[in-house]
Nanobody, 124 residues
Framework: VQLQASGGGLVQPGNSLRLSCAAS????????IGWFRQAPGKEREGVSS???????FYAESVKGRFTISRDNARNTVYLQMNSLKPEDTAVYYC???????????????????WGQGTLVTVSS
């Protein structure tokens, strides 16, 4: 299983970015995908996740600003990030887990496969 996160970069506050997580080596339709982030000196935190049938979870800090979606034909999950803030600065990771329940897992310990991370920097 391979997960490739991409789309990070340097943006000004208030702007947008779209992250992509491309998966291979798994039956993508059957997997939940989660996005996590880790800022310097801080613990990793869950940002958003999407289950196999498309149910979603968002951390309170990103609700109304971030949107997660999946394209099963492309084996890819997207994280659209709008109204970015400096506190969104972090390395963003995507992760995958076989979806037994249909609910999007929100904790890192639930996930077995991880991508390499992409850096998002929000700064003026």
């Amino acid at each position: 299983v391979q997960l490739q996160a991409s789309g990070g970069g340097l943006v000004q506050p208030g702007n947008s970015l779209r992250l992509s997580c491309a998966a291979s080596g798994l039956a993508f339709d059957d997997y939940a995908i989660g996005w996590f982030r880790q800022a310097p000196g801080k613990e990793r935190e869950g940002v958003s996740s999407i289950s196999s049938p498309g149910r979603t979870f968002y951390a309170e800090s990103v609700k109304g600003r971030f949107t997660i979606s999946r394209d099963n034909a492309r084996n890819t999950v997207y994280l659209q990030m709008n109204s970015l803030k400096p506190e969104d600065t972090a390395v963003y990771y995507c992760a995958a887990v076989y979806d037994y329940s249909g609910d999007p897992p929100r904790y890192a310990r639930s996930y077995g496969y991880w991508g390499q991370g992409t850096l998002v920097t929000v700064s003026s």
